[in-house]
């Protein structure tokens, strides 16, 4: 007898050893007690973020991603130290920025008690202006030196990017970065030392870039971590470092599936694959004809991305999916809107296990199967909830697709980099 599909919904992430395994946690909690409220404000700066993953294909010829990666304060945060000894530090997780950077001066929402001190640490060295990292991230070139003069050191580099409706001076330099057991020497970060504007949508204490260009992790580590990590995202609702960040080969999920992951050369910090449809239901959402093509040129595709909340469809995708989910629903009193969601209903008009499951299929057979709790958003004070989806933002963001860390929720990702391969598997961490 033919073996049944298994979706990504029955399958359970197998536990081993892993180099290394932390803790992750949501750091930002909105004070609404709603469930339905607490998206809503938390998918506000969800354009500024879509904003950021598309002013990636600006330039051409640059393979990294700018330092200030979350456009908004990115979600999740894992604990981390920097220098020699070990200064605690909370990292924001950012799988589509390069470069690691940590705030090294106060600004306005940046606790002073968590700051990094250089001077406290033994093994804390600003790079040069000629370092290869350097012309990475953009710095500042080297001033005219006399030739005849080589005892005189270069300047550290320093650079300035902006953040938002902010923007902010830093170094670079280099030290011992620690996460969980491991400690890696030299690791280059930006040293924040001072922010122009308001700082809300920045990172409290400093960011840990996860994408795939030349300051990432996976490229600073070498063969460290075989090219490979994963993470499970806990529930926004979730009040502890109950979700993980594994790093290396070892301790992955042997029954994960895999999709290819594809490379933009012009947005070459971001983890695209290619998904060939949607279902609500058992149903196959009918979509344009290369609704989901992966065009280097535009930046067409679909990216997975851990710092947007809500997943974003096209246009001409959204509209067929919300179709297809609302006739699935046919809640009696229609549908009204809420924030950045446009199909919210009475729960009390719809029948129990009336709201479908919404898959996402990729390419090689891989379908995400998204439980309920991470297709709708419901309200705790009335009987309400929302398709938790939305449609691109009208820019030149348009065309990309992008599965969020909302959609991610309780599902092992794998970004096997290695392999150039992302995988799924249910994983229960909240």
């Known amino acids: 007898m033919a073996a049944t599909p298994i979706t990504l919904l029955l399958l359970l992430a197998a536990t081993a050893i892993a180099a290394a395994d932390l803790s992750v946690y949501h750091n930002v909690h909105p004070p609404s007690s709603s469930p339905l409220e607490s998206i809503i404000a938390l998918a506000r700066d969800d354009n ?38 070990a200064q605690p530090i909370l990292l924001a997780l ?15 929402t940046c606790p002073t008690s968590s700051l990094f001190v250089p001077a406290n640490s033994t093994s804390y060295a600003p790079l040069p202006c000629s370092s290869t990292m350097c012309s990475v991230l953009q710095g500042q070139p080297c001033p005219s030196q006399d030739p005849y003069d080589s005892a005189t050191p270069l300047p550290s580099c320093a650079f300035s990017k902006p953040f938002a409706d902010a923007s902010f001076d830093a170094s670079l330099a280099s030290d011992w970065l620690h ?38 992790l996976l490229s600073q580590v070498g063969n460290m971590y075989s090219g490979v990590f994963s993470y499970c995202l806990p529930s926004y609702k979730s009040y502890y ?33 290619n998904v060939t449809g949607l279902s609500v239901g058992r149903s196959p959402v009918k979509v344009p004809a290369g609704s989901f093509a992966f065009d280097p040129s535009t930046g067409a595709g679909t990216v997975i991305d851990s710092g947007t909340v809500i997943t974003r469809w096209t246009a001409p995708v959204y509209a067929a999916l919300r179709e ?12 009204t809107s809420l924030g950045a969601f446009d199909t919210c209903f ?33 309200s705790s004070a009335t009987p309400l909830a929302c398709l938790a989806m939305a449609e691109a933002p009208q820019n030149v963001n348009a065309v990309v697709n992008v599965i969020a860390n909302l959609q991610q929720q309780n599902v092992r990702v794998v970004f096997d980099a290695a392999n150039s391969r992302v995988g799924f598997a249910r994983e229960s961490c909240n």
């Open 179 to 216: 996460l969980g057991k491991d400690a890696i020497p030299n690791y280059a970060f930006g040293c924040v030392g001072s922010v122009t504007g308001p700082t809300s949508n920045l990172p409290r204490q400093g960011l840990l870039g996860l994408g795939r260009g030349p300051m990432a």
């Open 48 to 85: 500024a973020r879509l904003l950021f993953l598309s002013s990636k294909a600006a330039s051409t010829g640059v393979t990294s991603a700018p330092v200030a990666s979350g456009q908004t304060p990115p979600s999740y945060v894992v604990r981390a130290g920097l220098g020699s000894p």
């Open 346 to 378: 009475n729960t009390d008009e719809v029948a129990a296990g009336g709201a479908p499951a919404v898959t996402i299929h990729m390419d090689g057979g891989v379908d995400l199967a998204l439980p309920m709790e991470n297709t709708l958003i419901h």
């Open 324 to 335: 297809e989910f609302r006739r699935h629903v046919a809640a009696p009193s229609g549908y």
């Open 241 to 273: 470092f109950s979700g993980s960040l594994r790093l290396g080969a070892a301790g992955q999920p042997t029954r994960a599936r895999y999709t290819p992951m594809l490379k933009n050369p012009h947005r070459s910090s971001l983890y695209y694959v």
């Open 94 to 108: 950012d799988t589509s920025a390069d470069a690691t950077w940590a705030h090294c001066s106060p600004c306005g």
